[in-house]
């Protein structure tokens, strides 16, 4: 079964400094993407960054980028300089390219604050 | 043009009542999703269309009925709900099932059932 865990439901972070959001997933496929997005009081789920499973190198865009430790099963957010509007839920996500095609799935979530 | 729309943003109905929840995309994806997303709890999938044609039902009630008439709309008829029904229902949309892309999503829409 595939199952993506977040172990921080709040986190809390002051305006311009750096923050880290965990995540760890289990899957038995080879073949995956890997996501974090974030969901402001909005509703929209918004794509922060992805991951595919077979690239070494950590994906980044812009402040945020992510650690990828594949053999640990970990992909973490780092936020660096934190706005206030990265105030929202983040989520992680998995998805497989093997048995359940389509089936994204989704950690609980991390409510960030960010402080001014 | 990356978004997806769905109406009405919000849609209370009774118990007794039939609605719609409409969701169109025209980024050309060939893959669309219903989730339902509870207070505080994370999207769970209701059901996945591939090419217009229904590919992942995750046991949902038949209360709720999907529909895709083509490929960029998206309908979630609803009969006979329940006040536990209440949610926010947000669709999504994705190049295809084996496209290495990720989804979009909408604002949602969201339910309350009275």
């Known amino acids: 079964a595939q199952t993506v865990t977040q172990s921080q439901p709040e986190m809390s972070v002051q305006e311009a400094e750096t923050v880290t959001l965990s995540c760890t997933y289990d899957t038995s496929e080879s073949d995956y993407y890997l996501f974090w997005y974030k969901q402001p009081p909005s509703r929209q789920m918004i794509l922060v960054i992805r991951?595919?499973?077979?690239?070494?190198q950590n994906a980044t865009e812009n402040r945020f980028s992510v650690n990828f430790q594949k053999a640990a099963k970990s992909f973490s957010l780092k936020i660096s300089d934190s706005q206030l509007g990265d105030a929202a839920m983040y989520f992680c996500a998995s998805l497989n390219y093997g048995g359940s095609q389509g089936n994204l799935i989704f950690g609980k979530g991390t409510k960030l604050s960010v402080k001014p | 043009d990356t978004e997806v729309t769905q109406t009405p943003k919000h849609l209370v109905m009774g118990m007794t009542n039939k609605k719609s929840l409409k969701c169109e995309q025209h980024m050309g994806h060939r893959a669309m999703y219903w989730y339902k997303q509870k207070a505080k709890k994370p999207p769970e999938l209701m059901f996945v269309?591939?090419?217009?044609?229904?590919?992942i039902n995750e046991s949902v009630p038949s209360r709720f009925s999907p529909e895709c008439p083509n490929s960029s709309l998206l309908n979630l008829h609803l009969h006979a709900l329940q006040p536990e029904d209440s949610a926010l229902y947000l669709c999504a949309s994705s190049q295809d099932l084996r496209g290495r892309t990720e989804a979009f999503f909408g604002q949602g829409t969201r339910l309350t059932v009275v």
């Open positions: 991951q595919e499973a077979y690239k070494q």
């Open positions: 269309y591939s090419y217009e044609k229904l590919s």
